[in-house]
């Protein structure tokens, strides 16, 4: 899974001028990508893609000289593209998609927003350069959430809003927090809650990453003008970080967010058990293969609430172009040679022959010893890596725990009392 690139602000702040960002793509501008003309080219032929609906009728490249809210910038494609050649890399010596790849072997989703569909384009394209676009379906998920037909969770939003509730007691609790908005609305000529209304961070954060200066407005009889300050964003980011802190104490947004990220975590196993049971001895392959590799294209509000319901509740907040990656490993058979060696260890390591392991990473980084299903196996064990079977157990019953559940139907619809 993977958050869209770097983006255009979602939100503007009144009564200053938007950042001036250029949304098209070009080799000649900072940054660039060796693969970005080829990748400009290729998107061209998009047409002989199969796109689910509505996704046929969403750019497949940016392309405003103007950057529209929201939209996917060239820092984002060019993020994706490092992204995707990153894995191509680390997967190449797996020979993981052969050259002849069926269609059933990839799979690739993304929501309906241009910034995840080009976000998604860019990885892929810098994972497999001139990928064949007739064997490519590029699926439509509608919810942010990836929860397909399993999205109805009463309980799941009951949590959500208690969790809202907390932000909100905690934002209106900190003083220096909204002497800051008080002091900015006044350089900009604001009331305060309009200002507070346009989430200025959003636009700040954009300003900053692209080395542009903070908004100005000019000087006003009324005593309005001025620009913001880089002392305020720290005041607003800082809050960011208490609200992490507090969120992780609170422990409402780890029950949300268990509800929340499930179904896409029941897809993942459910998919890593059917490539395992096709990997059995003796047993005829599926035409077309197995699928190998699959690639949701999402956001900052489809991760969160996955890391949390991992127990990655001490990693850092999705920033653009963050990504997860669920491996799933199968230990070599052994050879005679290596059995008697083994047996000679004193059973030090208890791996069968096909025993099967999950690994999982957050931007490059192995956390699976961080995960709730994982910490308690020893990383010292003679493969560092996690059995498979501590993940199927986790999704199926074990995650729902923290709620007094069972499964997911039980979590979602039991009456709150």
């Given amino acids: 899974m993977i958050r869209h690139g ?22 000649s501008r900072k940054p660039s990508h060796s693969l970005l003309k080829s990748f400009i080219s290729h998107m061209g ?15 497949r490249l940016p392309n405003h000289s103007a950057c529209e809210m929201g939209e996917l910038t060239q820092t984002g494609v060019v993020q994706h593209l490092r992204n995707g050649q990153i894995l191509h890399q680390a997967y190449k010596r797996h020979n993981l ?58 309980a799941r939003n009951r949590y959500l809003e208690e969790e809202q509730r907390r932000q909100y007691r905690l934002r209106v609790a900190d003083t220096e927090l909204e002497r800051t908005y008080v002091e900015m609305a006044r350089t900009l000529g604001l009331p305060t809650r309009q200002l507070r209304a346009a989430n200025p961070i959003d636009s700040l954060l954009c300003h900053l990453c692209h080395g542009l200066s903070f908004p100005c407005v000019p000087m006003a009889d009324s005593g309005s003008g001025g620009c ?11 809050q960011q970080l208490d609200d992490e802190v507090d969120r992780r104490r609170a ?7 268990i509800l929340a990220a499930y179904p896409y975590l029941n897809r993942t196993a459910t998919k890593m058990e059917r490539v395992a049971k096709g990997n059995e001895a003796g047993r005829q392959p599926r035409a077309g293969g197995e699928e190998v590799f699959t690639l949701s294209s999402a956001h900052d509000v489809t991760m969160a609430p996955l890391l949390s319901a991992l127990g990655l509740e001490e990693a850092r907040f999705p920033r653009f172009a963050a990504r997860v990656v669920f491996e799933l490993w199968k230990s070599p058979p052994v050879t005679q040679g ?29 956390v699976t010893f961080h995960t709730t299903f994982c910490h308690s196996h020893s990383g010292h064990a ?13 999704v199926k019953r074990d995650m729902f725990s923290v709620i007094n559940a069972t499964s997911y139907q039980e979590a979602c619809y039991r009456r709150a009392g």
């Fill in 6 to 27: 770097d983006r255009y602000p979602l939100y503007s702040i009144p009564k200053t001028k938007r950042p001036t960002i250029d949304c098209t793509l070009s080799v």
């Fill in 45 to 59: 032929q998009g047409g002989r893609g199969h796109w689910e609906s509505p996704l046929s009728s969403v750019p």
């Fill in 97 to 154: 998609l052969p050259s002849n790849w069926s269609p059933r072997q990839l799979w690739v989703e993304t929501t309906g927003k241009s910034r995840t569909l080009q976000s998604g384009l860019a990885f892929l394209y810098g994972f497999l350069a001139d990928f064949d676009w007739t064997k490519l379906t590029v699926r439509h998920q509608w919810s942010t959430l990836f929860c397909g037909s399993a999205c109805d969770c009463p």
């Fill in 228 to 238: 913001l300050t880089m002392a305020q964003f720290a005041v607003i980011r800082r």
């Fill in 251 to 257: 422990g409402l947004y780890h029950k949300y967010a």
């Fill in 338 to 366: 290596q059995s008697k060696k083994r047996a000679g260890k004193a059973e030090k390591s208890k791996v069968k022959d096909g025993e099967l392991f999950i690994r999982v990473l957050y931007n490059g980084e192995d």
């Fill in 382 to 394: 003679n493969q560092p890596l996690c059995p498979l079977k501590n993940f199927l157990s986790f």
